[in-house]
T-cell receptor, first 114, second 113 residues
Framework: GNSVTQMEGPVTLSEEAFLTINCTYTATGYPSLFWYVQYPGEGLQLLLKATKADDKGSNKGFEATYRKETTSFHLEKGSVQVSDSAVYFCALSAGRTNAGKSTFGDGTTLTVKP | DTEVTQTPKHLVMGMTNKKSLKCEQHMGHRAMYWYKQKAKKPPELMFVYSYEKLSINESVPSRFSPECPNSSLLNLHLHALQPEDSALYLC????????????FGSGTRLTVV
């Protein structure tokens, strides 16, 4: 079956530090890949996505590249802010091979300190 | 309008009560979802509606009953819940059922006493 593995947290960084959150996946077919962010007390927000190999998704300074050869979709940001403190979920959707259901990673909690 | 609106934001109910959670979107999305999220865990899929028809039921207990009155509305009827059902209930929608990514609501924080 499909699965998503994220680096374990929590991750604590100082403001303006470089962020990487690792995500690897296992899936049949050609999945689409997503990063969602969940701020305290809120629902999840779609942060970025990529639908095919070598696509780069980007939003709000965050980037992730769909690497089929390494089955990875690592999230990066060059300079984090305190406001980026949240839980980040990597997810995949394998379309018709899985009835369109998404598979989520366990989430990585990021805390950014001033 | 690019939002999914959920009401109420908080709900406390007894184990013998009947209550309903409501979800609304006006983005023209044809797939709508109910998820359950426990603290510090990823969301777990409960139900999927596609074109107003129930598409997926992830073996959810019958004390949870979904309803899709029209393409913009999704309800979750609750009856005889257990304390372990306390969680954040999230509604989401997507353009179609597939690889499009979800728009989530802010959720209903449910406490069963």
């Amino acid at each position: 079956g499909n699965s998503v593995t994220q680096m374990e947290g929590p991750v604590t960084l100082s403001e303006e530090a470089f962020l990487t959150i690792n995500c690897t996946y296992t899936a049949t077919g050609y999945p689409s890949l997503f990063w969602y962010v969940q701020y305290p007390g809120e629902g999840l927000q779609l942060l970025l996505k990529a639908t095919k190999a070598d696509d780069k998704g980007s939003n709000k300074g965050f980037e992730a590249t769909y690497r089929k050869e390494t089955t990875s979709f690592h999230l990066e940001k060059g300079s984090v802010q305190v406001s980026d403190s949240a839980v980040y979920f990597c997810a995949l959707s394998a379309g018709r091979t899985n009835a369109g259901k998404s598979t989520f990673g366990d989430g990585t909690t990021l805390t950014v300190k001033p | 309008d690019t939002e999914v609106t959920q009401t109420p934001k908080h709900l406390v109910m007894g184990m013998t009560n009947k209550k309903s959670l409501k979800c609304e979107q006006h983005m023209g999305h044809r797939a709508m979802y109910w998820y359950k999220q426990k603290a510090k865990k990823p969301p777990e899929l409960m139900f999927v509606y596609s074109y107003e028809k129930l598409s997926i039921n992830e073996s959810v207990p019958s004390r949870f009953s979904p309803e899709c009155p029209n393409s913009s509305l999704l309800n979750l009827h609750l009856h005889a819940l257990q304390p372990e059902d306390s969680a954040l209930y999230l509604c989401a929608s997507s353009q179609e059922q597939g690889d499009y990514g979800y728009t989530f609501g802010s959720g209903t924080r449910l406490t069963v006493v």
